[in-house]
């Protein structure tokens, strides 16, 4: 069945850094992935997503681009701010679900320090 | 409404009770899911409801756990003679037909079991 796999956090930066989160898949066909993330206390939302291999989906300074050759989608942000810390899902929707169901990772914590 | 809502926020229940769930969705979204998200775990999925189709209850972990989508809004999940590996924090999403778009999630409902 699709899974999805991401690197073991926690995560901790100093502010500035560069991130990157690292993210894997396993699916028949072509599916569609996302980038969730979740506050401390609040559900999850939706931070960016890529539909097709090669496509690049981006927003508040993140970026992950779908890497079919290697069924990736690794997320990256040049310099992180101490607001970015939360919890960080991949995610996938695939043929194996009709592309109705959402497959996710583990999750990664992401602690910035100031 | 703006986003999803559930409620309660939290709940805390003896071993043995009986809880109930409430999940209300966007205003027009017709496909709503349920997911857990257990400490350490990933999110698992557990029901999904589309339309006035059947619903896809293959994540359902046991036949105490039941769902229920009524006028093809508002879903109340409810967990029979609650056990103490129960205990994690019940997420509620919709989406437009398909969820190809992604998900809006809501903040979730935190269930203890005692």
């Known amino acids: 069945g699709d899974s999805v796999t991401q690197m073991e956090g926690p995560v901790t930066l100093s502010e500035e850094a560069f991130l990157t989160i690292n993210c894997t898949y396993t699916a028949t066909g072509y599916p569609s992935l996302f980038w969730y993330v979740q506050y401390p206390g609040e559900g999850l939302q939706l931070l960016l997503k890529a539909t097709k291999a090669d496509d690049k989906g981006s927003n508040k300074g993140f970026e992950a681009t779908y890497r079919k050759e290697t069924t990736s989608f690794h997320l990256e942000k040049g310099s992180v701010q101490v607001s970015d810390s939360a919890v960080y899902f991949c995610a996938l929707q695939g043929r194996n679900t009709g592309f109705q169901k959402l497959v996710f990772g583990t999750g990664t914590r992401l602690l910035v320090s100031p | 409404g703006a986003g999803v809502s559930q409620s309660p926020s939290n709940k805390v229940t003896e071993k043995g009770k009986d809880v109930e769930l409430r999940c209300d969705p966007i205003?027009?979204?017709?496909?709503l899911y349920w997911y857990r998200q257990s400490l350490g775990q990933g999110l698992e999925f557990l029901i999904y409801?589309?339309?006035?189709?059947?619903?896809?209850k293959s994540g359902l972990p046991s036949d105490r756990f039941s769902a229920e989508r009524t006028g093809g809004s508002v879903s109340t999940l409810t967990i029979q003679r609650t056990q103490q590996e129960d205990s994690a924090v019940y997420l509620c999403?919709?989406?437009?037909?398909?969820?190809?778009?992604?998900?809006?999630f809501g903040s979730g409902t935190r269930l203890t079991v005692v």
């Open positions: 205003s027009g979204h017709t496909a």
């Open positions: 999403a919709s989406s437009l037909e398909g969820g190809r778009g992604g998900y809006t």
């Open positions: 409801f589309q339309g006035n189709s059947a619903p896809d």
